[in-house]
Every structure is written in structure tokens, then in C-alpha cells.
């Protein structure tokens, strides 16, 4: 009686254990297997012209077992604090220009990790049909951060409106302008809002892009576009100790390079002809 009521002691004891060590597994695996489902979350900050994009990549790679998150930011200067930060792993929005003054500026540790598109960038006017009609002090509307002041500058310093010290100098300012002989009135402002001065100024310095969202003109309808550079590309940005974990931002990258639903979207937001692709 004694050896049964024991044996029954040392079972119940046994199986109690056992379901102990059986949820603490469960627990175990449970814990893995979201902390590798949170590893395979891609999040990549955007700006949001190139919302529609990217998203079309993301459901491309979310069959390749990749799940991607968006952020849009409404400024220019968000998306590096978020990469520095480690709140998102990427952003997608600016050339190397803007990276190197960027970099400059903060000291953060950012680095391309790859090439996408980049885009021409033109001069445009609601009012007249050349750049020879622009009158003597017309009003031309420019970017107002550093890198697209200074690209803007540059274009018009091509056009042949203004002369500057040094068109290979980046960071050009209305300063460096040495010749203005129609005595041009700059108006700066944020970048995305040069379109929508475009009923209102005489000569405005367009995104194609930013044109095609605020409906106001055609990309192709430019007085003058600059030349095709690389360097001006827009690039998948990160820390430099970024870890790609399985290589979904590898596979993210090639999917956007190799789309040919990102190249439709392209044609239709940007406009056929006015994008190139700064990886080739």
C-alpha cells in the first residue's frame, strides 16, 4: 500500500515536471519564431512620391517569404534620423549629393547600400514659351535646402540666365551667381512645394515628379532638362553596420532594379524618358 501510494506520488511528480519542460519549450520556440518573423520585417523610409513604387516591390518580395513596411516622411531630414537611430532599416529618397551633405552636416554613420532611379529635373514656365521671353527680374522659384538649391543653380547656369564661380561646385549659392544678366528674383522653398508655385512664377525649377502629383504641368513640357549624371540617382540608404539579415534588402533592391511593373509606374509618375536607372 505504502510502495503504491509512493509510485503514485513519483508519477504525478514526473508528469508535472514533464509538462513543465514541454511548456517551457513551447515558450522557447514561440519566442523564436517571432523574433525571426520580427527579423524578416524590412522597413524602409520613403518619401511620397515614391510610395506607389515601392510598395509594388514589397508585393513582389512578400512571396519570397519578405514582408516590407513603408514609412512615409513628409520632410527631407527625418528619414537619416530614423535610419541613425536604428528605427527603420533603409530610406529611399536622396541622391548622393544630398548623402555627402548630409554626412557632412551630422556625422552620421550612413552609407549607399545600393542604386535605384534617378530622374531629369527641368526648368519650367506657365507664362512663357522660352527662356529668351523671361523678362528683366522675373521671379524664379528654386528649392531652398543646399544640395537642390545649388542643382538648381547649376541648371540655370547651363540655360545660360546666370553665370556662377564654379558649376562643379555642389553647394552653390545665389552668393556664387557672378553674372545675372536679367537680373533674376530667386524665391526659395521646400522642395516638393516648387511645383505648386508654378501657376504663379515666372520660371520655376521642377521635379517631374512632384509636377505629375500636384497636376499642374507635363515633365516634358520643360523650357530646358539637365543632362543625365549617375549622381544624382536616388539611393537605398543605411548605417554602414547595417546587417542584412537573409538578405531581404539584396532581394528587395534586384526585385526594384529588375521590375518591370516599377519601370510602368515610372512612365506614368515621372514620365517616359524623364527617369534613368543609376545602377548601369
Given at each position: 500500500?505504502?510502495?503504491s501510494?509512493?509510485i ?14 514541454i511548456?517551457?519549450?513551447a ?9 525571426q ?5 524590412l522597413t524602409i ?14 508585393d513582389?518580395?512578400?512571396k ?7 514609412v ?23 541622391q ?5 551633405n ?7 554613420d550612413?552609407?549607399?547600400?545600393a ?8 526648368l ?7 527662356l ?71 520660371l520655376?525649377?521642377g521635379?517631374?515628379?512632384y509636377?505629375?502629383m500636384?497636376?499642374v ?7 530646358f532638362?539637365?543632362p543625365i549624371d549617375k ?9 554602414k ?14 526585385a526594384?532594379?529588375?521590375s ?8 506614368r509618375d ?11
Amino acid at each position: 500500500m505504502t510502495n503504491s501510494v509512493s509510485i503514485s506520488k513519483n508519477r504525478k511528480a514526473w508528469l508535472i515536471g514533464l509538462t513543465v519542460v514541454i511548456l517551457i519549450a513551447a515558450v522557447a520556440v514561440y519566442r523564436s519564431s517571432q523574433s525571426q518573423a520580427q527579423q524578416e520585417v524590412l522597413t524602409i523610409g520613403i518619401s511620397p512620391p515614391y510610395a506607389e513604387l515601392l510598395q509594388s516591390v514589397a508585393d513582389e518580395v512578400k512571396k519570397q517569404g519578405i514582408q516590407v513596411k513603408l514609412v512615409e516622411f513628409s520632410d527631407w531630414h527625418a528619414p537619416n534620423v530614423a535610419v541613425q537611430n536604428g528605427d527603420i532599416d533603409a530610406n529611399f529618397f536622396q541622391q548622393s549629393v544630398f548623402l555627402r551633405n548630409a554626412i557632412r552636416e551630422t556625422q552620421y554613420d550612413l552609407h549607399a547600400f545600393a542604386t535605384g532611379t534617378g530622374s531629369h529635373v527641368g526648368l519650367y514656365s506657365k507664362k512663357y514659351k522660352s527662356l529668351q521671353e523671361l523678362p528683366n527680374k522675373a521671379r524664379v522659384v528654386i528649392p531652398n535646402d543646399p544640395v537642390n538649391s545649388a542643382r538648381a543653380l547649376i541648371l540655370l547656369h547651363r540655360a545660360g540666365l546666370i553665370q556662377l564661380k564654379d558649376i562643379n561646385n555642389e553647394l552653390s549659392t545665389v552668393q556664387d551667381i557672378v553674372q545675372n544678366p536679367k537680373q533674376l528674383q530667386f524665391i526659395e522653398v521646400e522642395g516638393p512645394q516648387t511645383a505648386h508655385a508654378y501657376n504663379d512664377a515666372d520660371l520655376i525649377f521642377g521635379f517631374p515628379h512632384y509636377l505629375k502629383m500636384a497636376k499642374v504641368a507635363d515633365p516634358h513640357s520643360a523650357l530646358f532638362l539637365d543632362p543625365i549624371d549617375k549622381k544624382y540617382a536616388i539611393l537605398f540608404v543605411t548605417r554602414k553596420d547595417y546587417s542584412d539579415h537573409n538578405q531581404k534588402l539584396a532581394t528587395f533592391v534586384k526585385a526594384f532594379q529588375n521590375s518591370k511593373q516599377v519601370q510602368e509606374i515610372l512612365d506614368r509618375d515621372f514620365g517616359s524618358k524623364m527617369w534613368f536607372e543609376g545602377w548601369k
